[in-house]
């Protein structure tokens, strides 16, 4: 037999072959090609095309003999030519079969490709991305290792850079081998040319990877390769410091921050740089003495921040200045000190972010005068709930009620996840079911934006505050006519909010000189839930070696809540209640906190036997049944439980809490004035410790209490869901009428705080 390239079928033989197998009649495909190669025996695309029909037909072992038999005519100077023909032929084939959406029948064609170019590293690409598709049930490790293999045992390959970078990114995102992904994007640093242009990319997902999918330890691997392609980039540093606090791994999350620190010199970065050390150091816990220095110097550096020109302030620096001021509330009970930073450095921000999104923010601020003069006042009002926690998370837990009891024929509810791609079965039920629209979006700040624009949201309600720096983004655009923060934390600062919702107690009566954003007190409390899923216990007093006659104290709080102060006046309640245990539980470096406790014990003379560390516990409902074990909870000061707090109270233990100026150091205050208990609310750290121990001594008094509390699921506010809603709208609708009809009011009377 004698081959050559030359087309010389009849056309019409042609067309109707390839026509048979467009329309996967296969057979009669067969039929016209094996006709083909009889009236033209030297014509190659004969044999490629009569072999990719037996490939499609499943007669694999006929298809790749009819290609073997033919390229086996190939001399040496058509050798090459004759395989870069049927490559041509079987990959078109393979994308077609793509477009068709059968990726099963691609995977096999490209697999095949695989075989007759084993380097062909592109096509090794597209495998791997055929295989993240699920209904094809393809087998994604061993795409990943052959890449792998191949772009470590071969000097650089031809390659497209697009293709690989997407390669990456879905692997990084979607894949069910992650490790492997990983490994991929190791493999791929060689190939890289515009560093910044992957840098921009992959920062992104390391952040997607770690807080949406809950993958800390594999978005510390990869901001760790991100470092490679470009060492001590502050970018990669800051979120890999972040990262690692997040998987745990505090020490190297604190040792990386210490080093951003090194190496920032603007003032903004400097901020920042302190800001990452100050959240390793407290959210490890135990780390006291230099959590107080690391503060002094970040105050510094605010102040000298507040005076840089907001046009000197990119988008991106801007909304990392934000949270700059987060941690300033766990450390120092003053308000008017800790509200001048925020107020500060949030207007600055805000006013950065303005300057450069000045036609969007204009176009948003146009519409609302318009509606501000056209709107019915009566209307149905869109409200809109923006956060990243609609989830099993604590402002999940708490905001659910308020989702589930809303008057649907009132309210619109729009539920906006941030950086929430997956939704789950509570999510489902809890904010996606009830509302009239859900939206999930990223962390593009101006998407978010645009979207709450279009779709005409009235009232806008932040669940973040400045645990977030892109829903203050969002917020300072000012995409609704009224704007909102709510529950997840204390008010930002931000001048474009309106209000702030409190109640009559979770913050002083003279606050309001202290606040940019209104104070919109509901009228007997700012949280209230229906109850909480209790669980089964998973410890017990005979686990910890504990007489059931002993009392038992407990604190289960995260590391920024505590701080030496505090654990101090802790340890001399355990001292003087004798027979006393004191449990303790913290989501941070165990180590550390451990060993902060014991210097503690040693130094106030409490055996350090009467201290048991808790492990973690694997759910929210074990957390709860396990709170049961102790007899006394002991809260936080200066920043107080509020989840842990109201849990407690649900399971009917008694508190013993310090009240002071702010939000955070009220939560715990408002909450038991709620359910009428007055016994464990201390205003100095001496009648903390005195409650503490009379609580303890005093067991008639804590069957009271816990009588009380019980009595109070039937009475209380903070039990009643469906009240604390008509209470919330009852405040919205208030606030349309403001805005429709404008009124003198402290909103109006909002100062610039740099005045």
């Not at 058509?78 to 077609?96: K, M, N, S, Y």
Request: charged share 20%; aromatic share 10%; net charge negative.
């Amino acid at each position: 037999m004698s081959l050559g390239s030359e087309l010389t079928i009849p056309v019409d033989l042609q067309v109707q072959a390839y026509q048979y197998l467009l329309e996967a009649e296969y057979g009669q495909a067969i039929q016209v090609y094996e006709q083909a190669i009889e009236d033209e025996p030297n014509c190659t695309l004969n044999y490629w095309y009569l072999g990719m029909a037996l490939l499609l037909k499943g007669q694999e072992a006929e298809a790749q003999a009819t290609w073997l038999m033919a390229l086996a005519e190939a001399d040496a100077d058509q050798e090459e030519i004759w395989t870069q023909e049927l490559l041509q032929v079987v990959q078109l084939e393979a994308e077609r079969q793509e477009c068709l959406e059968k990726y099963a029948i691609a995977w096999a064609l490209r697999r095949h490709i695989q075989e007759i170019c084993p380097q062909n590293l592109n096509n090794l690409l597209r495998i791997i991305q055929l295989t993240q598709y699920p209904q094809a049930n393809l087998d994604e490790e061993s795409a990943l290792t052959d890449a792998i293999t191949l772009m470590g045992d071969h000097p650089p390959l031809e390659v497209s850079p697009q293709l690989l970078l997407e390669t990456v990114i879905t692997g990084l995102t979607q894949s069910n081998a992650p490790d492997r992904a990983i490994d991929l994007f190791e493999a791929a640093i060689p190939y890289i040319e515009d560093e910044q242009h992957w840098l921009s990319h992959l920062v992104h997902i390391s952040n997607l990877v770690c807080y949406a999918q809950m993958r800390a330890p594999h978005a510390c691997r990869i901001a760790e390769l991100c470092l490679k392609i470009r060492p001590n980039d502050l970018a990669v540093m800051g979120r890999l410091s972040a990262f690692y606090q997040k998987a745990s791994r505090y020490e190297e999350g604190i040792e990386v921050a210490r080093q951003y620190c090194a190496l920032a010199s603007s003032i903004p970065t400097q901020v920042f740089g302190s800001y990452l050390l100050l959240r390793g150091l407290m959210t490890a816990g135990g780390f006291w003495d230099e959590v107080q220095q690391a503060l002094m110097e970040h105050e510094r550096l605010l102040r000298v921040l507040i005076e840089v020109p907001p046009d000197d302030l990119n988008p991106p620096t801007a909304a990392c200045m934000f949270t700059s001021t987060f941690f300033l509330p766990y450390l120092v009970d003053d308000l008017a000190h800790n509200r001048f930073f925020h107020n500060q450095v949030s207007t600055l921000s805000q006013r950065a972010l303005q300057y450069y999104f000045q036609e969007r923010v204009e176009k948003f601020k146009q519409r609302h005068r318009t509606l501000a003069r056209t709107a019915p006042p009566n209307k149905i009002l869109k409200v809109g709930y923006l956060s990243t926690c609609l989830r099993q998370h604590s402002v999940g837990w708490l905001a659910r009620w308020l989702f589930q009891h809303h008057n649907s024929e009132q309210f619109q509810v729009y539920t906006y996840l941030i950086n929430q791609p997956e939704i789950d079965v509570f999510t489902q039920r809890w904010f996606v079911d009830p509302a009239f629209q859900t939206r999930q979006l990223g962390i593009d700040s101006c998407a978010i934006a645009d979207q709450v624009f279009a779709d005409e949201i009235d009232i806008l309600v932040d669940l973040e505050s400045l645990t977030l720096d892109t829903t203050c983004e969002v917020m300072s655009l000012k995409p609704a006519p009224v704007q909102v923060t709510w529950l997840g934390w204390d008010a930002a600062g931000i001048p474009e909010i309106d209000y702030y919702i409190a109640d009559p107690y979770v913050l002083p009566e003279s606050a309001q000189e202290h606040y940019l954003e209104e104070i919109w007190r509901l009228p007997q409390t700012y949280i209230a839930v229906d109850g909480f899923e209790v669980g089964v216990p998973d410890i017990s007093r005979e686990q910890f070696g504990i007489p059931n006659e002993a009392v038992i104290y407990l604190s289960a709080q995260q590391g920024p809540k505590r701080n030496p102060q505090t654990s101090r006046l802790q340890m001399q309640i355990i001292k003087a209640v004798p027979g006393s245990y004191f449990l303790i539980k913290s989501l941070a470096d165990q180590e550390a906190v451990k060993k902060a406790f014991l210097q503690l014990a040693e130094e106030e003379g409490v055996d350090r036997d009467r201290l048991r560390f808790l492990p973690a516990t694997p759910s929210e409902v074990t957390h709860r049944a396990n709170l049961g074990i102790a007899d006394v909870v002991l809260d936080t000061y200066p920043y107080n439980g509020a989840t842990t707090t109201l849990e407690t109270l649900w399971m009917g233990i008694p508190l013993v809490t310090r009240a002071g100026e702010h939000f955070s150091s009220r939560n715990s205050y408002t909450m038991m004035m709620n359910v009428g208990v007055t016994e464990g609310i201390a205003w100095s750290s001496e009648e903390y410790v005195d409650w503490g121990i009379r609580l303890g001594k005093d067991e008639a008094l804590r069957q009271k209490i816990s009588w009380q509390l019980r009595k109070s699921r039937q009475t209380s506010p903070l039990w009643n869901g469906r009240k604390f809603t008509q209470d919330m709208e009852q405040a919205y609708q208030q606030m349309w009428q403001r805005f429709i009809f404008p009124q003198p009011s402290v909103s109006d009377r909002k100062c610039d705080p740099s005045e």
